[in-house]
T-cell receptor
Framework: NAGVTQTPKFQVLKTGQSMTLQCAQD?????MSWYRQDPGMGLRLIHY???????DQGEVPNGYNVSRSTTEDFPLRLLSAAPSQTSVYFC????????????FGSGTRLTVV | TQLLEQSPQFLSIQEGENLTVYCNSS?????LQWYRQEPGEGPVLLVT?????EVKKLKRLTFQFGDARKDSSLHITAAQPGDTGLYLC????????FGTGTSLTVIP
């Protein structure tokens, strides 16, 4: 099993550009989520999904969009990149909403200049 | 909103020493998980604790869930360089909330 695959691993954007961070899992997990990790801030939840066609906002959703058209894929879209979105982004999945731990991807390091 | 506080934020110890890190909240957890994250990687689940007062052991790591289910601790006995990493607690539920983490360095 590949687990949770995130692409790209590194990305540099200019302010105002848009891009999509890809996340795919091959474990048939219902629950998927996106986090950003900043020094001293821990992992902060951006958006999450409890199943295909269902998404909801986390702690820090502004500037980001998500969709969940299939069980496997959960892309994160930055609409107009800002320097404040410079961070490491992690995608995670879990078999169900509760009762299980997360499997994380290896992250995408994004720099907005 | 930061719901989970972890302490200490940084810890640097010599190989063979013991240590304890803490995770505290003002509200009750339904369950809590501990993760370890190594540089350049995503966090990896270590344990889930569910019952107040529960103690779980994973080799040299001992996890305890407070009786009131508002706090948890992780104790490492005879730390080794391989224990180096960022230790994160997480409050489970529809939205997983993570603490800020404890960055542990074990010096050989």
């Amino acid at each position: 099993n590949a687990g949770v695959t995130q692409t790209p691993k590194f990305q540099v954007l200019k302010t105002g550009q848009s891009m999509t961070l890809q996340c795919a899992q091959d474990m048939n997990h219902e629950y998927m989520s996106w986090y950003r990790q900043d020094p001293g801030m821990g992992l902060r939840l951006i958006h999450y999904s409890v199943g295909a066609g269902i998404t909801d906002q986390g702690e820090v959703p502004n500037g980001y969009n998500v969709s969940r058209s299939t069980t496997e894929d959960f892309p994160l879209r930055l609409l107009s990149a800002a320097p404040s979105q410079t961070s490491v982004y992690f995608c995670a999945s879990s078999p169900r909403v509760t009762g299980y731990g997360y499997t994380f991807g290896s992250g995408t390091r994004l720099t907005v200049v | 909103t930061q719901l989970l506080e972890q302490s200490p934020q940084f810890l640097s110890i010599q190989e063979g020493e013991n240590l304890t890190v803490y995770c505290n909240s003002s509200s009750v957890f339904s369950s809590l998980q501990w993760y370890r994250q190594e540089p350049g990687e995503g966090p990896v689940l270590l344990v889930t604790v569910v019952t107040g007062g529960e103690v779980k052991k994973l080799k040299r790591l001992t996890f305890q869930f407070g009786d009131a289910r508002k706090d948890s601790s992780l104790h490492i006995t005879a730390a080794q360089p391989g224990d180096t990493g960022l230790y994160l607690c997480a409050r489970t539920g529809n939205q997983f909330y993570f603490g800020t983490g404890t960055s542990l360095t074990v010096i050989p």
